[in-house]
T-cell receptor
Framework: NAGVTQTPKFRVLKTGQSMTLLCAQD?????MYWYRQDPGMGLRLIHY???????AKGEVPDGYNVSRLKKQNFLLGLESAAPSQTSVYFC???????????FGPGTRLLVL | GQSLEQPSEVTAVEGAIVQINCTYQ??????LSWYQQHDGGAPTFLSY??LDGLEETGRFSSFLSRSDSYGYLLLQELQMKDSASYFC???????????WGAGTKLIIKP
């Protein structure tokens, strides 16, 4: 039981490049979330999904897109990376009716 | 606006008790969660309060007062491994979207 996994663990991009971050969970959770964490700050919700095929915007969605084609996977896309998107990105999942969110190990993204 | 306030840093001695406070102002409220995050690691769930009162889980306890928009995390018998950042987070709706505080860095001295 791997829990929540994220790939890649670390990535360096140049401004304007695109990339996709992959999150996978094997706990059959309905809800999945993408957060970003900047130094000295709490996590901020980018997008979330309450089920396969559904997504919704969170607190800071601009510059990001997401897709949830399969229940176990939640993809976060950056179409044209900007230095302001340098951050640590965490994926999390939870089951309906339970408050506990389970987090992946994070992806460290540096945009030059 | 939405905001959660918690101290940026707390220092305590190994074996002691420490309390980390959290006050919140949010548009909705379903419950208050606490998470622990070690440097370079991912947040891990500690506790959740939906109703007023104290919840105890081993050395950790969490308290909520909905009328005061206030909660705290109490850590007893502090160990060096408890050195970490602690975040309070509010569930604003039934989808368990979380609004996070900026975190409290707990420094434990021997």
């Amino acid at each position: 039981n791997a829990g929540v996994t994220q790939t890649p663990k670390f990535r360096v991009l140049k401004t304007g490049q695109s990339m996709t971050l992959l999150c996978a969970q094997d706990m059959n959770h309905e809800y999945m979330y993408w957060y970003r964490q900047d130094p000295g700050m709490g996590l901020r919700l980018i997008h979330y999904s309450v089920g396969e095929g559904t997504t919704a915007k969170g607190e800071v969605p601009d510059g990001y897109n997401v897709s949830r084609l399969k229940k176990q996977n939640f993809l976060l896309g950056l179409e044209s990376a900007a230095p302001s998107q340098t951050s640590v990105y965490f994926c999390a999942s939870s089951t309906r009716g339970e408050p506990t969110q389970y987090f992946g190990p994070g992806t460290r993204l540096l945009v030059l | 606006g939405q905001s959660l306030e918690q101290p940026s840093e707390v220092t305590a001695v190994e074996g002691a008790i420490v309390q980390i406070n959290c006050t919140y102002q949010t548009s909705g409220f379903y419950g208050l969660s606490w998470y622990q995050q070690h440097d370079g690691g991912a947040p891990t769930f500690l506790s959740y309060n939906a109703l007023d009162g104290l919840e105890e889980t081993g050395r950790f306890s969490s308290f909520l007062s909905r009328s005061d928009s206030y909660g705290y995390l109490l850590l007893q018998e502090l160990q060096m491994k408890d050195s970490a950042s602690y975040f309070c987070a509010v569930n604003e709706d039934s989808n368990y979207q979380l609004i996070w505080g900026a975190g409290t860095k707990l420094i434990i001295k021997p």
